[in-house]
């Protein structure tokens, strides 16, 4: 296996990477919280878990993934003293339950997902099924002196865990002073949040030793990573915004419980912006996928947009930006086409040893390989998608070269290279199923075979009208050195 490097949130530096057991990654992601429809700047965060995911895959490791889905509260410290809970506020606003929120949402976060081709995880633990396990772990964090009980509820005392603080970088002495909400008398610190908050009144509640109530958002993920992962994680991924107060707070819970590590290497993407501004839910212009349908965009152009873009930077998000990555799509779905109409595929031997019957392994060197090679190397190197995408794009220059070249060696090789960077990438599959679907009309064929003998026989007038004809009842006929291709085309 190469070796990679990763930046670590936590020790703020890129190291070598290398998962607590051989060959074995274990990897989770926080999920969505399933109050409303996730935009765009939410999906950059599971198509960054998404590519770290096949990239290790691509070098060989055996990935176990688990995402989980916050369907009770998500409430931040401040939210917590405010009262409000996102799930309770969208039941009250719809007229409905938290319950049916969630299988709403849930149901188009799915979709989403298949409309990015994003690999599920391999489990999508639901806080609401876990209510038993964060109990178990409140327990124990309070018979450990890391909680303590009061009228409101159940806090986490962060002066009981010296490492508070070390993944974002924040000091009790600043959270002291930079508390913004006015703090409960109960409380010992400001920055001690809840672990489970006493309430009667709210939709989703459920009995415990401390009365009935609901628990804090941090407690969740803690509840559910130790519980599929265990104690000791390879990678724990998130948006920025996750790195304080949450992630800082399941370190602390978790590590109160076991006394071990809890996470190898912390991940963070940067957001997605729109004119320099974060895209949120309750900022601006909201973006989902629907919205890129409806403005005639496919979704896999966005995922080609955030390939192109190193998961650390800030992105910016604008149609004009988009339309380049949707160019690049269909620039890829003629070059499938093409390779398909010249009988151009992947094979795993040679096409000579085929003919042969051998079914030996292909000779090393073949022509594309380094192609491979180059792109695992950037992705090795803190997942560097822009410098893989460059990659990408070459190796399809090269693919489209040899076929005007009838090159079919060299093309088998080059396609098979773009197949292999594309269990990364991600978008080759979906328009390969798009072209196995296409049919080309008898009736389209039969213009093109008739525009053939127009053109043998020098009557070009015809074979022209021919051509417009075919070109009206939307089909393309182009001439290539293998003759007629014929290419379905939009007609507005």
């Known amino acids: 296996m190469p070796s990679i490097k990763l930046y670590n949130s936590l020790s703020r530096g890129v190291e070598d990477f290398s998962p607590l057991n051989e060959g074995k990654v274990r990897i989770y992601n926080c999920g969505p919280t399933v109050y409303k429809r996730q935009h765009i700047g939410n999906m950059r965060r599971f198509l960054f878990a998404d590519f770290l995911r096949r990239s290790l895959e691509l070098f060989g490791y055996e990935v176990r993934d688990i995402t989980n889905i916050t369907d009770v509260g998500h409430l931040t410290q401040d939210e917590i003293e405010a009262g409000e809970d996102k799930m309770e506020k969208a039941a009250r606003e719809e007229k409905t339950t938290p319950q049916q929120i969630a299988a709403q949402q849930i149901s188009l976060f799915e979709e989403d997902l298949k409309m990015l081709n994003i690999k599920p995880a391999h489990m999508y633990p639901r806080a609401s099924a876990h209510i038993p396990h964060m109990q178990k772990l409140i327990e124990k964090l309070i018979e450990r002196n890391h909680a303590y ?269 773009l197949q292999k960077m594309d269990s990364v990438v991600g978008v080759l599959a979906p328009l390969v199923q798009e072209l196995e679907g296409e049919t080309i009309p008898e009736e389209i064929k039969k213009l093109a075979a008739q525009r053939e003998e127009y053109k043998k026989a020098k009557d070009f007038v015809k074979a022209d009208a021919l051509r417009v004809d075919s070109e009206m009842k939307g089909y393309k006929i182009e001439d290539t050195p293998h003759g007629p291709r014929i290419v379905k085309i939009s007609i507005d």
């Open 149 to 417: 009980v009061t009228e409101s509820g159940v806090y986490f005392d962060v002066s009981s865990f010296p490492a508070y603080g070390h993944l974002s970088g924040n000091t009790l002495e600043a959270l002291k002073a930079g508390a913004r909400v006015e703090v409960r008398g109960e409380k010992k610190h400001p920055a001690d949040f809840a672990l489970w908050v006493k309430n009667e009144t709210q939709l989703q509640t459920w009995d415990s030793p401390w009365g009935k109530g609901y628990p804090g958002w941090h407690i969740e993920c803690s509840a559910m990573a130790l519980e599929y992962l265990g104690s000791n994680i390879d990678i724990h991924t998130g948006g920025e915004d996750n790195i304080f107060p949450h992630h800082e707070n399941e370190i602390a819970q978790s590590e109160g419980v076991t006394g071990e590590n809890f996470v190898r290497v912390w991940m963070h993407n940067r957001h997605l912006q729109i004119s320099g501004k974060k895209m949120a839910k309750r900022e601006g212009e909201v973006i989902t996928l629907d919205t890129l349908k409806e403005k005639g965009f496919s979704p896999p152009s966005l995922r080609l947009m955030m390939f192109a873009a190193h998961y650390r930077t800030l992105t910016d998000f604008s149609w004009e930006g988009l339309l380049e990555f949707q160019g690049h799509l269909e620039s890829l779905q003629q070059l499938l086409r093409r390779a398909k109409e010249v009988g151009v595929a992947a094979p795993a031997v040679p096409r000579e040893a085929r003919r042969s019957g051998d079914k030996g392994s292909p000779p090393a060197g073949r022509a594309g390989l380094g192609g491979v090679a180059a792109f695992a190397e950037a992705l090795a190197d803190d997942l560097n998608t822009p410098k893989a995408w460059a990659v990408f794009l070459e190796t399809g220059k090269k693919l489209n070269a040899a076929l005007d070249a009838t090159d079919i060696a060299q093309a088998d090789s080059l396609y098979a290279s």
